[in-house]
């Protein structure tokens, strides 16, 4: 169990000097105790009460980054089981298994293709994270030679013959990937490549028991950034697995289950795999490993973690301004829309496939949806009237209409009143996907 506000007070200077930037020592203890916190806040703290808060002061799962340079991956440091309690703060790593018997031309292209993929998604890009390579003996050495040099993302490295891993962690010349895996049969030896090489470790175990046992010893044999593999492959088990993890590391502060977790889809329909893939995401795998790199499997697995790890107090949103969708004109429509980024961009792809340039006056609603705004009073006739002129969108076009989402046709009556007579407000569709023919049907050319 983690210590209390009133064990930590115990062990602090009691000087209630305010130089940790809180009023007192006491207050200061409740909030270390509630992670909100660090003990290097207070200049007073004495080596033994550091040693005997170490734990106090450690977050519940340790943050474990792998690789280095702008594309390194750093997975845990989470706080809550669930992200409406706060959030869940570094996303999940997706990476795509490589065979390391695969031809070295061939073995380069997919390593390659890996570090390649993204895609586009309201305004943000979404790439894959890691290349997870396995293969035996010195195929799998000269495998980490070639993925090194071709790999633009970070390398998780899958054999558990300390010997060959030795041997590979030597060719990949100070990536720091991560060593996969160390076993209750070879721990303290993959340990002390982890500690020599600086690189965080993968142990496994065959059940949460034996998992422990081995994260116990790994940690005993000097290697302090661990990734956890319950051993298990069956969805309904992984995913008991990874509940009981999480649970045991924030509500019982269960040390050799404070780290990041990695679970593998091993489905052979592509669907299956991405099933068992998006559950892991969704119930705390820290890595989730696939076998197969269909593009449409990709897209659909990173708009899932796109989704979880959005802070839900927080919507992506974008700046509010007066926005170009292809290359309009002064005789280009305008159209009235939020900055809920989820929003714009589906109007913006719906404008795109009308084939017909446009105008879109975003009006800042803290990025709420049309409804949602209009209901909150955010998005009324007053503040868009505001932004119309604000933008100055009258010196952009020759003609004075405005087109207003459907679903708040209440607005346009009021609308007209506030932009004067010049002015004419025309109701568009209820949904964005009536856009296309909206435009192509009712715009005058």
Known sequence: MGLTGLDIFKQLPKTN????????????????????????????????????????????????????GERKLEIGNETVLFRHEETFHH??????????????????????????????????????????????????????QVAAEKSAVPLILMNE???????????????????????????????????????????????LSSLAEVSEKAQAAGATDLVLDSGAREPSQVLANETAIRRAALRKRFRPFGFPTITFAQADDA?????????????????????????????????VRQNIYTDPQKPI??????YEIGSP?????????????????????????SRVPAWAVVVDTEGTSVLTAWAAEKFTAEI???????????????????????????????LEEELGQEWQVIVGPRESSGIPSFLRTSWPS
């Open 329 to 353: 004109n002064e005789k280009s429509p305008v159209l009235v829309t939020t900055n809920f980024s989820l929003t714009y961009f589906t109007v913006e792809g719906d404008v795109e496939a």
């Open 317 to 322: 949103q974008i700046e509010e301004g007066l």
């Open 161 to 207: 013959d300390p010997t060959v891993m030795g041997k590979a962690l030597e060719a990949c010349g100070g990536k720091k990937p991560l060593i996969c895996a160390a076993t209750t049969e070879n721990v303290e030896a993959m340990a002390a490549l982890a500690k020599a090489h600086a690189c965080p470790l993968v142990v496994k175990g065959s059940d």
């Open 91 to 144: 996303p999940a790593g997706i990476a795509v298994l490589v065979e390391g018997s695969l031809g070295e031309e061939e073995l380069a292209a997919r390593v390659a293709a890996v570090g390649e993929a993204s895609f586009e998604r309201v305004g943000q890009t979404l790439q894959l994270d890691a290349v997870a390579l396995q293969g035996e003996g010195d195929a799998f050495v000269k495998a980490a």
């Open 17 to 68: 000097c305010g130089d940790c930037g809180v009023p007192t020592c006491l207050a200061f203890a409740m909030k270390l105790a509630q992670k909100q916190a660090s003990l290097d806040q207070c200049p007073h703290v004495t080596e033994d009460a550091k040693a005997a808060l170490e734990g106090a002061s450690a977050p519940p799962i340790k943050l474990v980054t792998i690789g280095d």
């Open 271 to 303: 669907q299956d795999e991405l099933q068992q893939a998006a559950s892991y995401l969704a119930k705390y795998a820290g890595i989730v490993v696939l076998r197969q790199m269909e593009p449409w499997e990709l897209l659909a697995l990173v708009t």
């Open 384 to 414: 868009i009237a505001e932004k119309v002129r604000a933008f100055d969108v009258a010196s952009k076009v020759e003609h004075r209409k405005l087109i207003l989402p459907g679903h708040v046709a209440v607005l346009s009556g009021k």
